[in-house]
């Protein structure tokens, strides 16, 4: 059984940051590829930012690339989004995913569980 909590979302204006956490439990965190989505209103969950497991490598969508950054710390079992110059079009519900194969690269697909979510709205 794994557990990933998010936090850190809210209001935000546009232009802003944010820096979402998510804490993972149950598994040995720091064997496993762990990445962020995210789902706006009547629109898919889309793939925002995937990590492998020891950090070395990080996979961005083009709609973050060069605004957000990905990062873990394996030691506190967390993995961390860094949001900046935050748009209106960013506004979602944020989820992070674990990859349970153990030593994923972090890919845009490969993930079997989310989080309950974290809800980030930024205003115009």
């Known amino acids: 059984q794994v557990q990933l909590v998010e936090s850190g979302g809210g209001l935000v204006q546009a232009g802003g940051s944010l820096r979402l956490s998510c804490a993972a439990e149950g598994r040995t965190f720091s064997r496993h590829a762990m990445g962020w989505f995210r789902q706006a209103p009547g629109k898919e969950r889309e793939f925002v930012a995937g990590?492998?497991?020891?950090?070395?490598?990080?996979l961005y969508a083009d709609s973050v690339q060069g605004r957000s950054t990905i990062s873990r710390d394996n030691a506190k079992n967390t993995v961390y989004l860094q949001m900046n110059s935050l748009k209106p079009e960013d506004t979602a519900v944020y989820y992070c995913?674990?990859?349970?194969?153990?030593?994923?690269?972090?890919?845009?697909?490969?993930?079997?569980?989310w989080g309950q979510g974290t809800q980030v709205t930024v205003s115009s």
């Open positions: 995913a674990i990859d349970l194969r153990p030593y994923g690269l972090g890919s845009a697909k490969e993930y079997d569980y």
């Open positions: 990590i492998s497991w020891n950090g070395g490598r990080t």
